[in-house]
């Protein structure tokens, strides 16, 4: 289970990890949950990076959410959407080095506070 706690520490079932203010956020958004799993899947096995969650938007839409140093998150956006386009259809991709903190409120983690 992922859960977003106060100061930037991330509970993992039971374990937590703390958020440096130089990590990255990453975003594979698909057209299909099925492309989504597999970019989540490879965006996870490719680099060093915490699966933050997913969102749905509706009309297909799926975003998946990784956190890590700026060149894990980018290597492994990069293999997330060269996987999800393989077994569907990749909306966009982006990585944001360094997000402000008031970002940090607007992911799923954060969704029940």
């Known amino acids: 289970m992922l859960m977003q706690t106060a100061n930037n520490v ?5 374990e937590s990890v703390e958020m440096s203010k130089n ?7 698909t057209k299909g949950l099925v492309g ?3 970019a989540a899947d490879a965006m996870v096995k490719a680099a060093n990076v915490i699966l933050v969650g997913r969102e749905s938007i509706g009309a297909g ?10 060149g894990a998150v980018k290597a492994a956006t990069d ?9 569907g259809e990749v909306m966009s991709v ?3 080095p360094r997000p402000h903190a008031d970002v940090e409120t607007l992911l799923p983690a954060n969704a029940s506070k």
Do not use: F, Y
Request: glycine share 10%; proline share 0%; hydrophobic share 55%.
């Open 23 to 29: 990590d990255a956020l990453g975003m594979v958004e």
């Open 36 to 38: 989504s799993i597999e």
């Open 61 to 70: 839409l799926v975003t998946v959410m990784v956190r890590g140093d700026v």
């Open 10 to 14: 991330t509970q993992i079932g039971k």
């Open 94 to 96: 982006h990585v944001i």
């Open 79 to 87: 293999a997330g959407a060269a996987a999800a386009q393989r077994v």
